[in-house]
């Protein structure tokens, strides 16, 4: 299984950013879908999470409000939409997938994208 995220990159406090993430060499119609980022010496955190089969979807409160995700289920794609982006956003974003009947957590990932970094600037 391979997660491909694309988006990632330097834009100004205030301004948006888009991330997506491909799902490929495996069955997904299982699994959900998601976003978690990390900055240095902090543990990695939940984003975003978008269900497979009822696209209920799950924000941190950190996000909520600033951050839409939506999924592509015929592409097996996640994709983040971030505005009103602040100073604390910078982060690296890492794609998640789970088995549906998991909540989201780190432990509960079965498969992790390589990372895109998302740096805020003032």
């Known amino acids: 299984v391979q997660l491909q995220a694309s988006g990632g990159g330097l834009v100004q406090a205030g301004g948006s950013l888009s991330l997506s993430c491909a799902a490929s060499?495996?069955?997904?119609?299982?699994?959900?879908m998601g976003w978690f980022r990390q900055t240095p010496g902090k543990e990695r955190e939940f984003v975003a999470g978008?269900?497979?089969?009822?696209?209920?979807?799950l924000y941190a409160e950190a996000v909520k409000g600033r951050f839409t995700i939506s999924r592509d289920n015929v592409k097996n794609t996640v994709f983040l939409h971030m505005s009103g982006l602040k100073l604390d956003d910078t982060a690296v974003y890492y794609c998640?997938?789970?088995?549906?009947?998991?909540?989201?957590?780190?432990?509960?990932?079965?498969?992790w994208g390589k990372g895109t970094q998302v740096t805020v600037s003032s």
């Open positions: 060499g495996g069955t997904f119609s299982r699994y959900d």
């Open positions: 978008i269900s497979r089969s009822d696209g209920r979807i």
């Open positions: 998640a997938v789970k088995y549906q009947s998991r909540s989201w957590s780190q432990i509960a990932v079965d498969y």
